[in-house]
């Protein structure tokens, strides 16, 4: 199934740009998964099991590196890349 996910993330009590830069470029590793960004979030195209693993790995590992951050997702299961 094809998905479509945004995805915003908010490092808590720290300079936040670098955080969430290593996070995006984490996520662009991920083969199969397309990954675009702008000045409000990240969004992800491809298949729905292949993003949501990588997600899981990728917010776990911000956390063990990162400390706390919120992370706020939408998900449609529709590939919406324009």
Same mark, same amino acid.
């Given at each position: #199934?094809?998905?479509?996910? @945004?995805?915003?993330?908010?490092?808590?009590? +720290? @300079?936040?740009?670098? &955080?969430?830069? &290593?996070?995006?470029?984490?996520? +662009?590793?991920?083969?199969?998964?397309?990954? @675009? =960004?702008?000045? #409000?979030? =990240?969004?992800?195209?491809? &298949?729905? +099991? @292949?993003?949501?693993?990588a997600l899981t790995d990728e917010i776990e590992a911000s956390f063990e590196r990162h400390g706390k951050s919120v992370f706020v997702l939408k998900?449609?299961?529709?590939?919406? %890349? %324009?």
């Open positions: #199934m094809k998905a479509s996910v @945004e995805i915003s993330m908010y490092p808590l009590g +720290r @300079e936040y740009k670098p &955080d969430i830069k &290593d996070f995006i470029e984490h996520m +662009r590793a991920h083969h199969g998964i397309i990954c @675009e =960004t702008n000045g #409000m979030s =990240t969004q992800l195209f491809g &298949d729905y +099991r @292949e993003i949501m693993k998900i449609i299961n529709a590939f919406l %890349q %324009q």
